[in-house]
């Protein structure tokens, strides 16, 4: 089931690599709090689908966990294989090449499952659908899943905050996004940082995907919240300003009337009892 040419094509130039580290900080470090406490204890079992080079699952098997890697573009698995040898102590227990919506894992063999970015490159309703039916048939009953889309409101955001909302060929991008939710970019090349590829949700599609899918308990929150710019960014060197900033954000996290001020939005639910 191979990826969409230009969505592999858009990580093949490895514009995303450090992103988690740059301007993606605050993502970084909201996804790492929820992670901390959504995610079972350790040594459990997680799957992380869509994994790329490891940027959650290194610090996770070093927690303590049994971390399965799986992602589509072999160069993201094997700069993943090289990290984890980086950590003898606490490597990765696999890592492969795979597919979100064809996973290789037996059913009800894993405690938790990450999908940190299929759903947002699966354009596809039932292509999205597919993804989250495997994930809940990979998970042990009583497992969670946490799932993070890109918010159908971040291309106006970006917009806004950097600029490209006053160039006409990224305004139709943002019509676009808000018509039908598909992010479509016309010069991937010419303009990387305008993204590939994807589908952008609501707060509410989100919720009803997953709940659709047959997981229960279902509840969606913002990543970064309402995200106002690089002075956030600038924050986060700063132990006491960081845990102030992720303190704010945690107080609004699950506002609906916020849910959508954000760039990520996570989905949190669990596989029924048998």
Known sequence: MPLDPEIAAHYAQGLERDRLTT???LEAERTRELLTRFLPRPPAVILDVGG???AYALPLALAGYTVHL?????????????????QPAAPL??????DARR???????V??????????????PNERARALAEALRVLRPGGVLLAACISRFAST?????????????????????LRDGVHRNPDVAGRPEWFTLAYFHTPDELRAEVTDAGFAGVQVVSIEGPYAGSEVEAALDDPQR??????????????????????????????PPA
């Open 70 to 86: 799986v992602d589509p573009m072999p160069a993201h698995v094997e700069a993943a294989r090289s990290a984890s040898a980086r």
């Open 23 to 25: 301007w993606g900080r």
């Open 111 to 124: 405690d938790a499952v990450l999908l940190l970015g299929p759903l947002y490159h699966l354009v596809a």
């Open 103 to 109: 996973l290789e894992a037996a059913d009800g063999s």
């Open 93 to 98: 227990t696999s890592v492969e090449v795979g």
């Open 242 to 271: 960081r845990a102030a900033v992720l303190r704010a954000i945690e107080r609004v996290e699950g506002e609906p009337s916020l849910l959508g001020a954000g760039s990520h939005l996570m989905a949190i639910g669990t596989r």
């Open 157 to 177: 955001l970006a917009g806004l905050r950097e600029g490209f909302i006053s160039e006409s060929a990224f305004e139709e991008i943002v019509q676009g996004d």
């Open 52 to 54: 790329a080079e490891g």
